[in-house]
C-alpha cells in the first residue's frame, strides 16, 4: 500500500515529522517497507531555459544548445526533437544522477562538441511514460529554481506493508485513523454527509443471492462530463504509479485508495434495463476490462442487466461496463461482496485486482453507504450532473461483535502490565466501544475490524499501541513438568555420520530434494504420485527416491568445472511414498577421479568399491554399529557395478548400506564420466543400540602373555569370498584367534586356471600362558585341516 | 725396559692418526693384543724382583688403562664421523610433500542446525523431526489456514496429485506442521525445536524452491510473550556471538499466532554486506507470536489452561548472515570451490564453551 505524506495529512491533522511518522506506522503492525522522497532525488534538478539552439556540426540529429540554469550559460548537446530555443524545462548538471537508470552525468564531448548536462524527458526523471521529448514547462516557469519544487514533487511517498488482518489499513483514511489512535494527531472524519437526489434512479437493482452480495447501493448521476480529473487527484495517482485516465475511471481507483472502498462507475446508457446480481451459471462467459474472457462455473458472483452479464462482482467489471469519454450519465455501484467466494472467484480465475484484494479480506460495511455520497460528490465536483436518489437493495452485513475481556490478559498473554483504564483507553483510541463490567470488560468491535473476534485479538490491539517494545524480556521458567532435552539417539547418529564422512575427505552438499522424473527412473520404479503437480521447473519435477541422481550429476558438473577428483556426501531423506513412513533418512557419498593428485612419490589409483565400502564400514562403526558382524553380499541394486558391488546387511529385509561402482549405463544417462563409485548408508533404519544401564564400558582384559602370528597360503575356487575363508578360521577357536587379515590375493602362474591363492595372517593371543611350539603347531593344523573341509581350501 | 713414557706417546700418537676403525683395531691389537707390546711389557713382570714390581706394577697397569680409554675414544669418535658423513648423505628435500588428501568438510546448512540445536538444547529444548511431504491438516487446516484465507496465497505451495478422496499432499511449507505433530503426540508442556527442509514453488534471486526453517514451540501454564523476547534476544546473542546485539519486536500477523511479531536485528549495510550489531538499519529475521487458541483447540488443548509461543526462523539466511555468504541459490549447487569455501571442518562441532562471548559489564 502506497500513499504521499500530503495525502495522509489531509485526513491526519498532526505535527509529527515523517521520521517519527514512519517508526510509529511500524510500530503500530504497519510497517514502512520504503519511503521514497523525489524531492531528494531531484535535488539538482533544476529549470532552465533554452537561450539558443543550433544545429550540431556533424550530426543531423544533433543539437547544440545554450542552457541558461539561473545563474550561468552551458553548452548542452541535446538529442530531442523539441530541443528549440526559448523552451523552458528540466535541467540536470554534470555529476549528478538520474533517478530512474542510476546513470551519473560526466561531462563529455559528442562528435566533437563538448556538453556539460542534459534537459531531462518525463521518463527519466520518473514523471511519466514521455520519451519522445524533452519536459516542455511553460514559459514562465521560474528559471534557476528547483524543479521539484515548481512541480510540487516535495512529498515523500510511503510504502507500507499490510497484513492479512489488517484490511482496515487499505485506505489512507483508515492509516490515518490507525496513527491518530497512536497518538499522533487527530482524524479528520471524512464528509459522509447524504447528496440530496433529485430524481429517481431509472435503473433498479435486484440480489438474487444475498450470501454472495449482501447489500448493493446504486445512483443514477445524469449529465455528466467526463474529462481529465483534477491535477491534485492525477498527482496522488501518480505518485502511486497508477495512470490517470480520465476523471470517472480516476475517481473509482482513487477512492480504492483513499477510503479503502472499491466501487464501479456504470456508463448509465450501456445498461439494458436493470442490474441483476445472481451465482453465476457454469459455462457464462464474459470479456472483462483487461480484455481477456472469463468462463465461469456455478459459484461466482455476477452482476448482469436484462441482456447480459456486465461484470464479476467484487473482483473486476466487463469490457463494456466502465465509462468513456463520450459518457453523458452514470450509474454507481457500491456494494459488499461476500469475502471467501470472492476470494474462490478470484484464484479461480486467476484475477488480480485492487477490489478484490479489498473485498477478500473484507471491506468496512459501512462504508456502503458513506462511500457512495463521497463518490457522487467527487463526480458533481469534477464532472457536474444531477444525481438521483440512492437504491440500497439488501443490508449491510454486522460484523461488528461484542467479546468479553478480562484486562489482566494483557499482562497473562503479553507479559506487560498495563492498568484497566489504560486497557479501556487504547481500546476505546481505537474506536471499540468498551463497557466495564468489573472483572472483565464488554468490548464492541468498531465495523471496519472483521479480523478481531477473540479476546488475544484484543490483547494485541492493546499491545501494539501500547508499543510492543515495552514488552518486559523475562527468562523462560523451568518447565511446569520435567521433559526430555537435547539429541535424540537417531539424532546423535546422524550428526556422528556427518561428521565422520566428512573426517574422510568427503565434502557435504545440499542438494535439492527435486530430480527431473528421467533421474528419478534411474533409480526404481518411479510412483506418479511422487511427481509434483507444480515442479518449479520441468527438471525438478520428482521427489529423489534416491541421494545419488543429484550427487553423480554434482560431479558432473564439477568436472566441467576442471575438478577432476571428487569426493561428495549429503545427508538428508529421500521418497518412496507420500506417507512418513516413505521418507527414509540416508547418508550418501561419491568418489569420483582418482584418490589423489599424481604425486612424485606414488601413482594415484582410480576410486575403486573398496573406497566406497571403506567409506560405509567406517562410517557405520562410528554410529555404532559393528559391520563385522554383519554379511556382505553381492546383491546391491541395479544402480551398481552388479560385479563390483555389495550389500552391508543384517539379514535380507535390514539393509544397512551399499557400495560399489557405479553401473556405467547410469553414468552414461546421467552424462558423467567415471571412475565414480558410492556408497548409500540407510541411518534411517537401521536398529539403535540397546539401552545400557550406566554408561561403564567394564574393565579392559588385557592380556599379558606374547602373541603369536602364523601366516598360511590357501588355494581355493576364485569365486569363494575371502570373508567365508576368514570365518572358518575363526570358526577354529573363537577365543585364542584375535585377528585374521589378508594379506595376499594371488592368480596366475602357478595356480590353476579358475583358482586364486589367498595369503591371512592370522594372530593368536592366550589369556592364561605363554603357547608352546606344539601348541601353537596344533592349532595351525587344525586351521589347515578345518580350511580344507569346509572352504575347499589346500595349502599352498 | 723402554721407557714407559715414549711407549705411551708413540701409541697414542698412532690411534690419533688411525684413519678408520680397521687402522684403530689394529693398532689395539698390536699393542694391547695377547701379543701387543704392551701385553709383553705385563708378561715380564713376573720375571721382576718384589722391589721392581711395586715400581713398574702400578706404571704399566696405568699405561694399559690409559691405552684401552684412548682406543675407545678414537673409536668414539670415528663412529660419529662416520654417522654424521651417512646422514649428509641422506638428506633430502624437505620443501617437497605427502601425497595429500583432501580434507573433508561440513555444509554450512548442517553447522548452522547445529549450532541453533546446541543453543535450544542449553535452554531445555528437545529436538522434533517430521515429515517433508505434509497433510494439508498439517500444514494449514490445524494452524487456522482456512483454504479461502489469504494467507494461503503467501505460501507458494507444491502440491501432489490428488487421492481419490480429493486430498492433496504437499511439501511443507514451513515448519510450522511440526507444532501440531509434536502436540497432538504427547501430553504437554512442550519445549521443542523442529529443524529442517522446507518448500515453496517460488525461485528468483533471493527465493530457492528449498530452504531450511527451524520452528520453535513453547507451551506451558504461565508462558507469554516476555518469555518468547528473552527467548529470542538469548538465541540471537549466542548465534551472533555478540551481547551488544539490538532486537526490535514488531506487531504483524500470522493466522496461527495471535498476538503475532516479526522481529528485526539492528544491522548495518555496508558495500552489500550485512553487518550485524552494527549501524542503525534492521532486518526481518523471524515471526512469531503466542500460540493462537484456535491452535490449541485444534490439537484439544485447553487455552484457559495451557499457552505459549511459537517462531520460525529461516536457517539458510541466518548462515548467510553470520558467516558473509551474499548467494542464497549457492547453497544448493554443490559446487566444490563453493563447499571448500563456506564448509566447516569435521571436528568443528559447535558448543556453547567454543564460542566468542562478551560477558556483561566488562566494558
Same mark, same amino acid.
Request: negative net charge; contains cysteine.
Given at each position: 500500500?502506497?500513499?504521499?505524506?500530503?495525502?495522509?495529512?489531509?485526513?491526519?491533522?498532526?505535527?509529527?515529522?515523517?521520521?517519527?511518522?514512519?517508526?510509529?506506522?511500524?510500530?503500530?503492525?504497519?510497517?514502512?517497507?520504503?519511503?521514497?522522497?523525489?524531492?531528494?532525488?531531484?535535488?539538482?534538478?533544476?529549470?532552465?531555459?533554452?537561450?539558443?539552439?543550433? #544545429? %550540431?556540426?556533424?550530426?543531423?540529429?544533433?543539437?547544440?544548445?545554450?542552457?541558461?540554469?539561473?545563474?550561468?550559460?552551458? #553548452?548542452?548537446?541535446?538529442?530531442?526533437?523539441?530541443?528549440?530555443?526559448?523552451?523552458?524545462?528540466?535541467?540536470?548538471?554534470?555529476?549528478?544522477?538520474?533517478?530512474?537508470?542510476?546513470?551519473?552525468?560526466?561531462?563529455?564531448?559528442?562528435?566533437?562538441?563538448?556538453?556539460?548536462?542534459?534537459?531531462?524527458?518525463?521518463?527519466?526523471?520518473?514523471?511519466? +511514460?514521455?520519451?519522445?521529448?524533452?519536459?516542455?514547462?511553460?514559459?514562465?516557469?521560474?528559471?534557476?529554481?528547483?524543479?521539484?519544487?515548481?512541480?510540487?514533487?516535495?512529498?515523500?511517498?510511503?510504502?507500507?506493508?499490510?497484513?492479512?488482518? %489488517?484490511?482496515?489499513?487499505?485506505?489512507?483514511?483508515?492509516?490515518?485513523?490507525?496513527?491518530?489512535?497512536?497518538?499522533?494527531?487527530?482524524?479528520?472524519?471524512?464528509?459522509?454527509?447524504?447528496?440530496?437526489?433529485?430524481?429517481?434512479?431509472?435503473?433498479?437493482?435486484?440480489?438474487?443471492?444475498?450470501?454472495?452480495?449482501?447489500?448493493?447501493?446504486?445512483? =443514477?448521476?445524469?449529465?455528466?462530463?467526463?474529462?481529465?480529473?483534477?491535477?491534485?487527484?492525477?498527482?496522488?495517482?501518480?505518485?502511486?504509479?497508477?495512470?490517470?485516465?480520465?476523471?470517472?475511471?480516476?475517481?473509482?481507483?482513487?477512492?480504492?485508495?483513499?477510503?479503502?472502498?472499491?466501487?464501479?462507475?456504470?456508463?448509465?446508457?450501456?445498461?439494458?434495463?436493470?442490474?441483476?446480481?445472481?451465482?453465476?451459471?457454469?459455462?457464462?462467459?464474459?470479456?472483462?476490462?483487461?480484455?481477456?474472457?472469463?468462463?465461469?462455473?456455478?459459484?461466482?458472483?455476477?452482476?448482469?442487466?436484462?441482456?447480459?452479464?456486465?461484470?464479476?462482482?467484487?473482483?473486476?467489471?466487463?469490457?463494456?461496463?466502465?465509462? =468513456?469519454?463520450?459518457?453523458?450519465?452514470?450509474?454507481?455501484?457500491?456494494?459488499?461482496?461476500?469475502?471467501?467466494?470472492?476470494?474462490?472467484?478470484?484464484?479461480?480465475?486467476?484475477?488480480?485486482?485492487?477490489?478484490?484484494?479489498?473485498?477478500?479480506?473484507?471491506? +468496512?460495511?459501512?462504508?456502503?453507504?458513506?462511500?457512495?455520497?463521497?463518490?457522487?460528490?467527487?463526480?458533481?465536483?469534477?464532472?457536474?450532473?444531477?444525481?438521483?436518489?440512492?437504491?440500497?437493495?439488501?443490508?449491510?452485513?454486522?460484523?461488528?461483535?461484542?467479546?468479553?475481556?478480562?484486562?489482566?490478559?494483557?499482562?497473562?498473554?503479553?507479559?506487560?502490565?498495563?492498568?484497566?483504564?489504560?486497557?479501556?483507553?487504547?481500546?476505546?483510541?481505537?474506536?471499540?466501544?468498551?463497557?466495564?463490567?468489573? /472483572?472483565?470488560?464488554?468490548?464492541?468491535?468498531?465495523?471496519?475490524?472483521?479480523?478481531? &473476534?477473540?479476546?488475544?485479538?484484543?490483547?494485541?490491539?492493546?499491545?501494539?499501541?501500547?508499543? =510492543?517494545?515495552?514488552?518486559?524480556?523475562?527468562?523462560?521458567?523451568?518447565?511446569?513438568?520435567?521433559?526430555?532435552?537435547?539429541?535424540?539417539?537417531?539424532?546423535?547418529?546422524?550428526?556422528?555420520?556427518?561428521?565422520?564422512?566428512?573426517?574422510?575427505?568427503?565434502?557435504?552438499?545440499?542438494?535439492?530434494?527435486?530430480?527431473?522424473?528421467?533421474?528419478?527412473?534411474?533409480?526404481? &520404479?518411479?510412483?506418479?504420485?511422487?511427481?509434483?503437480?507444480?515442479?518449479?521447473?520441468?527438471?525438478?519435477?520428482?521427489?529423489?527416491?534416491?541421494?545419488?541422481?543429484?550427487?553423480?550429476? /554434482?560431479?558432473?558438473?564439477?568436472?566441467?568445472?576442471?575438478?577432476?577428483?571428487?569426493?561428495?556426501?549429503?545427508?538428508?531423506?529421500?521418497?518412496?511414498?507420500?506417507?512418513?513412513?516413505?521418507?527414509?533418512?540416508?547418508?550418501?557419498?561419491?568418489?569420483?577421479?582418482?584418490?589423489?593428485?599424481?604425486?612424485?612419490?606414488?601413482?594415484?589409483?582410480?576410486?575403486?568399491?573398496?573406497?566406497?565400502?571403506?567409506?560405509?564400514?567406517?562410517?557405520?562403526?562410528?554410529?555404532?554399529?559393528?559391520?563385522?558382524?554383519?554379511?556382505?553380499? /553381492?546383491?546391491?541394486?541395479?544402480?551398481?557395478?552388479?560385479?563390483?558391488?555389495?550389500?552391508?546387511?543384517?539379514?535380507?529385509?535390514?539393509?544397512?548400506?551399499?557400495?560399489?561402482?557405479?553401473?556405467?549405463?547410469?553414468?552414461?544417462?546421467?552424462?558423467?564420466?567415471?571412475?565414480?563409485?558410492?556408497?548409500?548408508?540407510?541411518?534411517?533404519?537401521?536398529?539403535?543400540?540397546?539401552?545400557?544401564?550406566?554408561?561403564?564400558?567394564?574393565?579392559?582384559?588385557? $592380556?599379558?602373555?606374547?602373541?603369536?602370528?602364523?601366516?598360511?597360503?590357501?588355494?581355493?575356487?576364485?569365486?569363494?569370498?575371502?570373508?567365508?575363508?576368514?570365518?572358518?578360521?575363526? $570358526?577354529?577357536?573363537?577365543?585364542?584367534?584375535?585377528?585374521?587379515?589378508?594379506?595376499?590375493?594371488?592368480?596366475?602362474?602357478?595356480?590353476?586356471?579358475?583358482?586364486?591363492?589367498?595369503?591371512?595372517?592370522?594372530?593368536?593371543?592366550?589369556?592364561?600362558?605363554?603357547?608352546? +611350539?606344539?601348541?601353537?603347531?596344533?592349532?595351525? #593344523?587344525?586351521?589347515?585341516?578345518?580350511?580344507?573341509?569346509? !572352504?575347499?581350501?589346500?595349502?599352498? | 725396559?723402554?721407557?714407559?713414557?715414549?711407549?705411551?706417546?708413540?701409541?697414542?700418537?698412532?690411534?690419533?692418526? !688411525?684413519?678408520?676403525?680397521?687402522?684403530?683395531?689394529?693398532?689395539?691389537?698390536?699393542?694391547?693384543?695377547?701379543?701387543?707390546?704392551?701385553?709383553?711389557?705385563? @708378561?715380564?713382570?713376573?720375571?721382576?724382583?718384589?722391589?721392581?714390581?711395586?715400581?713398574?706394577?702400578?706404571?704399566?697397569?696405568?699405561?694399559?688403562?690409559?691405552?684401552?680409554?684412548?682406543?675407545?675414544?678414537?673409536?668414539?669418535?670415528?663412529?660419529?664421523?662416520?654417522?654424521?658423513?651417512?646422514?649428509?648423505?641422506?638428506?633430502?628435500?624437505?620443501?617437497?610433500?605427502?601425497?595429500?588428501?583432501?580434507?573433508?568438510?561440513?555444509?554450512?546448512?548442517?553447522?548452522?542446525?547445529?549450532?541453533?540445536?546446541?543453543?535450544?538444547?542449553?535452554?531445555?529444548?528437545?529436538?522434533?523431526?517430521?515429515?517433508?511431504?505434509?497433510?494439508?491438516?498439517?500444514?494449514?487446516?490445524?494452524?487456522?489456514?482456512?483454504?479461502?484465507?489469504?494467507?494461503?496465497?503467501?505460501?507458494?505451495?507444491?502440491?501432489?496429485?490428488?487421492?481419490?478422496?480429493?486430498?492433496?499432499?504437499?511439501?511443507?511449507?514451513?515448519?510450522?506442521?511440526? #507444532?501440531?505433530?509434536?502436540?497432538?503426540?504427547?501430553?504437554?508442556?512442550?519445549?521443542?525445536?523442529?529443524?529442517?527442509?522446507?518448500?515453496?514453488?517460488?525461485?528468483?534471486?533471493?527465493?530457492?524452491?528449498?530452504?531450511?526453517?527451524?520452528?520453535?514451540?513453547?507451551?506451558?501454564?504461565?508462558?507469554?510473550?516476555?518469555?518468547?523476547?528473552?527467548?529470542?534476544?538469548?538465541?540471537?546473542?549466542?548465534?551472533?556471538?555478540?551481547?551488544?546485539?539490538?532486537?526490535?519486536?514488531?506487531?504483524? =500477523?500470522?493466522?496461527?499466532?495471535?498476538?503475532?511479531?516479526?522481529?528485526?536485528?539492528?544491522?548495518?549495510?555496508?558495500?552489500?554486506?550485512?553487518?550485524?550489531?552494527?549501524?542503525?538499519?534492521?532486518?526481518?529475521?523471524?515471526?512469531?507470536?503466542?500460540?493462537?487458541?484456535?491452535?490449541?483447540?485444534?490439537?484439544?488443548?485447553?487455552? $484457559?489452561?495451557?499457552?505459549?509461543?511459537?517462531?520460525?526462523?529461516?536457517? &539458510?539466511?541466518?548462515?548467510?548472515?553470520?558467516?558473509?555468504?551474499?548467494?542464497?541459490?549457492?547453497?544448493?549447487?554443490?559446487?566444490?570451490?563453493?563447499?571448500?569455501?563456506?564448509?566447516?571442518?569435521?571436528?568443528?562441532?559447535?558448543?556453547?564453551?567454543? @564460542?566468542?562471548?562478551?560477558?556483561?559489564?566488562?566494558?
Amino acid at each position: 500500500m502506497k500513499f504521499t505524506l500530503s495525502w495522509l495529512k489531509t485526513y491526519l491533522d498532526t505535527d509529527a515529522e515523517l521520521n517519527e511518522i514512519s517508526e510509529t506506522l511500524t510500530a503500530i503492525g504497519l510497517e514502512v517497507e520504503d519511503i521514497h522522497d523525489p524531492t531528494e532525488e531531484l535535488k539538482p534538478f533544476v529549470i532552465a531555459r533554452i537561450e539558443k539552439a543550433e #544545429q %550540431h556540426p556533424n550530426a543531423d540529429k544533433l543539437r547544440v544548445c545554450t542552457v541558461n540554469n539561473g545563474t550561468e550559460t552551458i #553548452q548542452v548537446v541535446c538529442g530531442a526533437p523539441n530541443a528549440v530555443t526559448g523552451l523552458v524545462g528540466a535541467f540536470a548538471p554534470s555529476g549528478c544522477t538520474i533517478p530512474t537508470n542510476g546513470l551519473k552525468l560526466k561531462p563529455t564531448n559528442i562528435r566533437g562538441v563538448d556538453s556539460n548536462g542534459m534537459m531531462c524527458s518525463e521518463r527519466e526523471l520518473g514523471l511519466g +511514460d514521455d520519451h519522445d521529448g524533452i519536459i516542455d514547462l511553460p514559459k514562465d516557469a521560474p528559471v534557476g529554481t528547483s524543479f521539484a519544487e515548481y512541480m510540487k514533487l516535495n512529498d515523500p511517498v510511503i510504502e507500507i506493508a499490510i497484513t492479512p488482518n %489488517h484490511q482496515d489499513a487499505l485506505g489512507v483514511y483508515g492509516i490515518a485513523r490507525d496513527l491518530a489512535a497512536a497518538g499522533l494527531g487527530t482524524l479528520k472524519v471524512a464528509d459522509t454527509s447524504k447528496v440530496d437526489g433529485k430524481f429517481e434512479s431509472p435503473i433498479k437493482v435486484s440480489i438474487e443471492n444475498t450470501d454472495a452480495c449482501h447489500v448493493f447501493a446504486g445512483r =443514477y448521476i445524469r449529465g455528466v462530463k467526463n474529462g481529465p480529473s483534477p491535477e491534485w487527484m492525477q498527482r496522488r495517482l501518480i505518485s502511486l504509479g497508477m495512470k490517470p485516465i480520465s476523471a470517472l475511471v480516476d475517481i473509482t481507483n482513487f477512492m480504492t485508495m483513499d477510503y479503502g472502498r472499491p466501487l464501479h462507475v456504470f456508463d448509465a446508457d450501456n445498461i439494458k434495463g436493470n442490474l441483476n446480481v445472481r451465482l453465476s451459471k457454469s459455462g457464462e462467459t464474459l470479456v472483462a476490462l483487461d480484455d481477456k474472457e472469463y468462463t465461469f462455473d456455478d459459484e461466482m458472483c455476477i452482476i448482469e442487466d436484462d441482456e447480459a452479464i456486465n461484470s464479476i462482482g467484487g473482483v473486476m467489471g466487463g469490457a463494456d461496463s466502465g465509462t =468513456y469519454e463520450t459518457t453523458t450519465n452514470v450509474f454507481l455501484e457500491c456494494a459488499w461482496f461476500d469475502p471467501i467466494r470472492t476470494a474462490m472467484t478470484g484464484r479461480k480465475l486467476g484475477i488480480e485486482s485492487d477490489a478484490r484484494y479489498r473485498f477478500e479480506r473484507g471491506v +468496512d460495511p459501512a462504508t456502503v453507504e458513506d462511500g457512495i455520497e463521497i463518490a457522487t460528490r467527487l463526480i458533481l465536483d469534477m464532472c457536474g450532473g444531477e444525481p438521483s436518489d440512492v437504491t440500497l437493495t439488501g443490508k449491510a452485513p454486522t460484523i461488528s461483535k461484542t467479546l468479553s475481556m478480562r484486562p489482566e490478559r494483557v499482562r497473562e498473554l503479553g507479559g506487560v502490565d498495563i492498568e484497566k483504564a489504560e486497557v479501556i483507553d487504547i481500546l476505546e483510541r481505537l474506536h471499540f466501544a468498551v463497557e466495564d463490567k468489573g /472483572a472483565t470488560l464488554d468490548v464492541t468491535t468498531p465495523s471496519w475490524r472483521c479480523d478481531i &473476534d477473540r479476546e488475544p485479538d484484543l490483547v494485541e490491539e492493546v499491545l501494539r499501541i501500547h508499543g =510492543y517494545d515495552k514488552i518486559n524480556v523475562e527468562p523462560l521458567p523451568h518447565s511446569s513438568r520435567e521433559i526430555v532435552t537435547g539429541l535424540s539417539p537417531l539424532q546423535r547418529r546422524i550428526r556422528t555420520a556427518k561428521r565422520t564422512a566428512a573426517g574422510r575427505g568427503l565434502r557435504e552438499a545440499v542438494t535439492w530434494s527435486f530430480v527431473p522424473s528421467d533421474h528419478a527412473k534411474l533409480f526404481g &520404479d518411479l510412483d506418479p504420485n511422487m511427481v509434483l503437480d507444480n515442479p518449479v521447473s520441468s527438471d525438478l519435477d520428482a521427489m529423489r527416491p534416491n541421494l545419488l541422481p543429484n550427487l553423480i550429476t /554434482a560431479a558432473g558438473r564439477n568436472v566441467d568445472r576442471g575438478n577432476k577428483n571428487i569426493a561428495l556426501f549429503e545427508a538428508g531423506n529421500q521418497f518412496s511414498s507420500d506417507t512418513p513412513e516413505g521418507q527414509h533418512f540416508v547418508l550418501a557419498g561419491i568418489r569420483r577421479g582418482q584418490n589423489h593428485e599424481r604425486h612424485w612419490q606414488k601413482a594415484p589409483n582410480d576410486v575403486d568399491v573398496y573406497d566406497a565400502k571403506a567409506d560405509a564400514v567406517t562410517i557405520l562403526n562410528a554410529i555404532g554399529v559393528n559391520a563385522s558382524t554383519a554379511q556382505v553380499v /553381492a546383491e546391491a541394486p541395479a544402480w551398481y557395478h552388479p560385479g563390483r558391488s555389495g550389500v552391508i546387511r543384517l539379514g535380507p529385509k535390514n539393509i544397512m548400506a551399499y557400495f560399489g561402482e557405479i553401473h556405467p549405463a547410469i553414468l552414461k544417462s546421467l552424462d558423467v564420466e567415471g571412475p565414480l563409485v558410492a556408497f548409500e548408508i540407510m541411518v534411517g533404519n537401521m536398529p539403535l543400540p540397546r539401552a545400557k544401564a550406566g554408561n561403564s564400558r567394564g574393565a579392559l582384559k588385557a $592380556s599379558d602373555f606374547q602373541a603369536v602370528e602364523r601366516d598360511f597360503a590357501f588355494v581355493v575356487k576364485e569365486d569363494m569370498p575371502s570373508e567365508q575363508i576368514i570365518k572358518v578360521i575363526k $570358526s577354529v577357536d573363537k577365543k585364542l584367534i584375535d585377528n585374521i587379515s589378508v594379506f595376499d590375493v594371488y592368480q596366475g602362474k602357478g595356480i590353476d586356471e579358475g583358482e586364486k591363492s589367498i595369503a591371512v595372517n592370522v594372530r593368536l593371543q592366550p589369556m592364561d600362558k605363554t603357547m608352546t +611350539d606344539e601348541e601353537i603347531e596344533e592349532v595351525r #593344523q587344525k586351521i589347515i585341516a578345518t580350511v580344507e573341509k569346509k !572352504a575347499g581350501g589346500t595349502l599352498r | 725396559m723402554q721407557d714407559l713414557q715414549s711407549l705411551e706417546t708413540e701409541i697414542t700418537a698412532n690411534l690419533a692418526g !688411525a684413519a678408520d676403525l680397521d687402522a684403530v683395531e689394529n693398532i689395539r691389537i698390536a699393542e694391547l693384543g695377547k701379543k701387543g707390546r704392551v701385553s709383553l711389557l705385563m @708378561r715380564e713382570l713376573g720375571k721382576m724382583t718384589p722391589e721392581e714390581k711395586k715400581e713398574f706394577g702400578p706404571k704399566l697397569n696405568q699405561l694399559k688403562n690409559t691405552l684401552n680409554d684412548a682406543v675407545q675414544s678414537r673409536k668414539d669418535s670415528l663412529e660419529t664421523e662416520l654417522l654424521n658423513k651417512k646422514l649428509q648423505s641422506e638428506s633430502v628435500d624437505i620443501t617437497l610433500s605427502a601425497a595429500e588428501t583432501d580434507l573433508g568438510s561440513i555444509h554450512p546448512i548442517t553447522q548452522v542446525m547445529d549450532e541453533v540445536t546446541e543453543i535450544f538444547t542449553e535452554m531445555g529444548f528437545s529436538v522434533a523431526e517430521g515429515p517433508e511431504i505434509e497433510e494439508d491438516f498439517y500444514n494449514f487446516t490445524a494452524l487456522n489456514i482456512p483454504e479461502e484465507h489469504p494467507a494461503r496465497q503467501m505460501h507458494d505451495t507444491f502440491y501432489f496429485p490428488e487421492d481419490e478422496e480429493g486430498n492433496r499432499k504437499v511439501l511443507r511449507t514451513h515448519t510450522s506442521p511440526m #507444532q501440531i505433530r509434536t502436540m497432538l503426540a504427547g501430553e504437554p508442556p512442550y519445549r521443542i525445536i523442529a529443524p529442517g527442509r522446507t518448500y515453496r514453488n517460488d525461485s528468483d534471486a533471493t527465493h530457492t524452491p528449498m530452504f531450511h526453517q527451524v520452528e520453535a514451540l513453547v507451551i506451558d501454564k504461565d508462558i507469554h510473550m516476555g518469555h518468547l523476547k528473552w527467548c529470542i534476544e538469548e538465541f540471537c546473542k549466542k548465534f551472533y556471538e555478540r551481547d551488544d546485539i539490538k532486537i526490535r519486536f514488531r506487531p504483524s =500477523y500470522f493466522p496461527f499466532t495471535e498476538p503475532s511479531a516479526e522481529v528485526d536485528i539492528g544491522c548495518a549495510f555496508e558495500d552489500g554486506e550485512i553487518l550485524i550489531g552494527e549501524g542503525d538499519d534492521w532486518l526481518e529475521i523471524m515471526g512469531c507470536g503466542m500460540v493462537n487458541e484456535r491452535v490449541l483447540e485444534n490439537v484439544n488443548l485447553d487455552p $484457559s489452561e495451557y499457552q505459549g509461543f511459537a517462531f520460525g526462523l529461516g536457517l &539458510d539466511r541466518a548462515a548467510m548472515l553470520k558467516w558473509g555468504i551474499p548467494d542464497l541459490r549457492d547453497f544448493f549447487a554443490a559446487d566444490l570451490r563453493w563447499l571448500k569455501h563456506y564448509g566447516f571442518q569435521a571436528l568443528d562441532i559447535p558448543s556453547l564453551s567454543t @564460542r566468542t562471548s562478551v560477558v556483561r559489564g566488562s566494558k
